[in-house]
């Protein structure tokens, strides 16, 4: 794979890089280089024979995130725990994979971090071995890799040639272009390559005076994650964005925006080119009337503001003579198939996406339950994490798009 094909290739990719202990641990260095040039986030741990080779401070100035290397760590635990950093990861890469290390994950081994974390994660897990020929070709090494095979493990390498012990044979381990060239094609084609996809996310603030705004309860968590799930499938990704507190998607063109007005026209301003819409955006219904030049002041009456009513972004975008796959989501605390299938109609949608909302359901959570209805058929994707619901929600488009014709221009 040459540098123009990698680019990008794992943007938004969560990448946890193992390092176990061995002369080529010193070569991960470069891997995290390479990786982050594909686009991918990384995150290092270290073994403690790894760190006998290399220092943590070298992979914390690559990588950009501090480096663990034991499970006994208060102060990482405090920030990350092990447990939140295995659910982090999409992929987990382990190079150099020292022929230890192949046999204590083969066992299930859980005796420091990067075991743990193996065991206690279910990104998929590949390895990029690296050791002296012999150990390579030992019956006990080449059974444990065959167990690990069998379980789904992805092995990468060893390449053959010149190693540092001064022998020659199959163990070295493979460039670090070719270990992200592996790991790119092993996460198989990108499906939404060459296709643009715009979305809205978080909740739109509307003033009322300099100080107060009518706002809601959307985080954007939601509007985010179906961001990075499309630009990590190849997708060209523009994610319009209230007022929220969350960190750009890797590989996605982000325009903030406050109002629901500002977030018509930063929508409208991008949908000419896109394939996709996905309106996640809890968008403002109403807007005061008039917005206070100056704080306003209690009375001692009751205060009637006057509302009126936001434009419409997704039936207008729905309304365009040349328009996108158009995607809405109803947010409804009850009857919720029902008010979102009169959406779906009403807004002439390809699709919708139901979601109950109220006391600790739908906002502000890591987690969701989605009812995808469309005009002659419907989808219940059960409780998840919100990054797990909007790939399936990426499946569940693509599959539209193609049984009923792509989108409408
Ligand atoms: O952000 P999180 O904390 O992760 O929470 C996720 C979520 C609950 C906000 C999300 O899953 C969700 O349901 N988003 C849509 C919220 C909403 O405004 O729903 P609605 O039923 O009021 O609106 C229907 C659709 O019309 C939505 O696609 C909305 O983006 C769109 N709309 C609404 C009003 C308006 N003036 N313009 C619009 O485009």
Redesign the pocket.
């Known amino acids: 794979m040459t540098a123009l094909d990698s680019a990008r290739a794992l943007a938004g990719v969560r990448v946890l890089l193992g390092v176990s202990g061995g002369i080529a641990a010193y070569k991960g260095a470069e891997l995290v280089r390479r990786l982050r040039d594909a686009g991918a986030q990384v995150r290092v741990v270290l073994t403690e024979n790894a760190a006998r080779f290399v220092t943590a401070l070298t992979f914390q100035a690559l990588s950009g995130h501090p480096v663990r290397t034991s499970l006994w760590d208060e102060s990482a635990e405090a920030a990350m725990g092990h447990i939140e950093l295995a659910r982090w990861a999409d992929e987990i890469l382990i190079a150099p994979a020292s022929a230890d290390l192949i046999a204590r994950l083969a066992q299930g081994h859980a005796d420091d971090l990067l075991t743990t974390l193996c065991l206690a994660s279910t990104a998929p897990l590949a390895l990029a071995p690296a050791m002296n020929q012999q150990m390579w070709a030992h019956a006990a090494t080449q059974a444990n890799l065959g167990l690990l095979r069998a379980r789904g493990v992805r092995v990468f390498g060893p390449a053959c040639g010149d190693q540092a012990c001064g022998e020659s044979g199959v163990g070295r381990l493979l460039e670090a272009v070719e270990i992200v060239a592996e790991l790119v094609r092993a996460r198989g084609p990108r499906e939404m390559a060459g296709q643009r996809v715009l979305g809205?996310?978080?909740?739109t603030f509307e003033d009322i005076d300099p100080v107060r705004f009518i706002g809601?309860?959307?985080?954007?968590?939601?509007?985010?994650?179906i961001a990075a799930a499309a630009a990590q499938a190849g997708a060209e990704v523009t994610l319009v964005a209230g007022p929220?507190h969350l960190a750009t998607p890797a590989g996605v063109a982000r325009v903030d925006v406050r109002s629901?007005r500002q977030?018509?026209d930063a929508v409208f301003a991008h949908v000419a080119d896109c394939d996709v819409f996905v309106?996640?955006?809890?968008?403002?219904?109403y807007r005061p009337q008039a917005v206070a030049a100056q704080k306003m002041k209690k009375t001692g009456q009751a205060l009637h503001l006057s509302l009126v009513?936001?434009?419409?972004?997704?039936?207008?975008?729905a309304a365009l003579p040349r328009r996108p796959f158009v995607?809405?989501?109803?947010?409804?605390t009850e009857h919720v198939e029902t008010?979102?299938r009169d959406?779906l109609e009403r807004?002439h949608l390809d699709l919708?996406?139901?979601?109950q909302?109220g006391a600790n359901l739908?906002?502000?959570?890591d987690d969701?339950a989605?009812l995808l209805l469309w005009p002659d058929g419907r989808k219940e994707l059960p409780r998840a994490d919100?990054r797990e619901l909007a790939r399936a929600l990426l499946a569940c488009i693509a599959a539209l798009r193609t049984t009923h014709g792509g989108n409408r221009s």
Do not use: T
């Not at 309106?279 to 219904?285: E, R, T």
């Not at 919708?352 to 979601?355: C, G, K, R, Y």
């Open positions: 809205s996310a978080g909740p809601n309860r959307s985080s954007g968590r939601m509007g985010f994650a929220v629901a977030m018509r309106s996640a955006a809890a968008v403002g219904d009513q936001n434009p419409d972004i997704l039936a207008e975008v995607v809405g989501f109803a947010a409804e008010h979102a959406k807004k919708i996406v139901a979601n909302v739908g906002f502000e959570r969701n989605l919100k």
